[in-house]
């Protein structure tokens, strides 16, 4: 068994999971407003406003933002973990994939608390 | 026909290069193995494993034309289009990702720590019976396609997640190798053996693009044994 630290659930099948669930959570969302935009080709920014104001859609955008978040940094965990790693980089590879996987971990909790902020007001 | 093979000797060559050979096959459709046999005569200096040329003992993995297969059972037909008929030259590299340690000669280690990391021997912790442990043919049925690998390491070198991580992933072989004995009715172990598959990288490191499947020579589908675990792992954590 090998241990992680920085994993988002420090266990293969939690990380897998959760990839999996906010995947398709984001598949239902992008879906849903694809059809809604078609079914609302010519609404003005009024009946966005309202639309998007309403408490369903802001628990669904903020659902959204977590899921986009989570996925984000589950997908780019890997990825570093794959690409930055003894083989490409010697010695320095633990310290390089660490302050690669902390800037992405800081991107993605200002984008999410970003996110928060422009859903329930304040930016 | 053309003959590329790669070539290395550490003690004489400070890098590996590409060696040309020529060779008339007298328009037989000989098996790749055959092919080196042949080169053999003309350069001794050739190395390469083999043993039974016959697709059980797992010795000649190697690379032919961009794909893992095993020397001995493949056709220099089937290696890729062109190639029997001369139109292109069989390209010989040895199984990609492990170190090489002469020409097409790799070093196995890191692929049989990850095979012995999964137990690959039955456990039980009942008392034996008198005679032996019986299973249903059902039950019997379970391991089929499973105990007919015979460690080439085709498939594990022909997959990416095993390239980068070799000391963590423990590679579609291994895998392979570890469900057979979760299927097993006369493992005891199931629990203890899932609890060392849960972490990032041993399984889940798999991406499921299936190079191993097509690698295989036996036709064994590690790709799907890989997916067994994962529900066994979920059935136990959900």
Redesign the interface.
């Known amino acids: 068994m090998t241990t992680s630290v920085t994993s988002l659930g420090r266990n293969g099948l939690h990380d897998w999971l959760l990839q999996r669930v906010t995947a398709v959570l984001l598949a239902v969302y992008f879906i849903f407003m694809a059809g809604w935009l078609v079914c609302n080709g010519g609404a003005d920014y009024l009946t966005w406003k309202a639309f998007m104001g309403s408490a369903c859609m802001q628990i669904a955008n903020t659902l959204v933002f977590f899921s986009i978040a989570i996925h984000a940094w589950a997908g780019l965990w890997i990825v570093t973990t794959d690409y930055i790693t003894r083989m490409q980089f010697g010695d320095s590879a633990t310290r390089v994939r660490l302050l690669i996987q902390l800037v992405i971990a800081g991107l993605t909790l200002v984008y999410a608390l970003w996110g928060l902020l422009m859903i329930w007001g304040g930016a | 026909m053309k003959v590329s093979i790669y070539r290395y000797n550490p003690e004489t060559d400070k890098e590996p290069y590409m060696k040309e050979y020529e060779l008339d096959t007298a328009g037989k459709n000989l098996m790749v193995l055959d092919v080196l046999n042949l080169l053999k005569e003309q350069d001794p200096t050739l190395g390469y494993r083999r043993s039974c040329r016959e697709g059980v003992c797992g010795s000649d993995g190697m690379n032919m034309n961009g794909k893992n297969g095993l020397a001995c059972v493949t056709a220099l037909s089937e290696v890729a289009p062109g190639v029997f008929e001369g139109r292109k030259p069989l390209i010989l590299r040895p199984l990609p990702g492990l170190p090489v340690v002469r020409d097409l000669v790799v070093d196995m280690t890191m692929f049989y720590n990850q095979y012995e990391k999964v137990q690959p021997y039955l456990q039980n912790n009942t008392p034996a019976p008198a005679i032996e442990r019986l299973q249903s043919p059902e039950e019997r049925e379970k391991i089929d396609g499973l105990y007919e690998c015979i460690l080439c390491a085709c498939c594990s070198t022909s997959c990416?997640?095993f390239w980068?991580?070799p000391e963590?992933f423990l590679g579609p072989a291994a895998l392979l190798q570890s469900y057979r004995f979760l299927a097993d009715s006369r493992d005891t172990e199931t629990d203890a053996r899932l609890?060392?598959?849960?972490?990032?990288?041993?399984?889940?490191?798999c991406r499921g693009i299936m190079n191993c499947v097509s690698v295989c020579p036996k036709g064994l589908n590690p790709t799907r044994a890989i997916g067994h675990i994962?529900d066994m792992?979920?059935e136990r954590?959900?």
Do not use: E, I, M, Y
């Not at chain 2, 609890?195 to 490191?205: E, G, I, T, V």
């Open positions: 990416p997640s980068w991580n963590k609890a060392k598959l849960d972490d990032p990288f041993s399984l889940f490191r994962r792992l979920l954590g959900v």
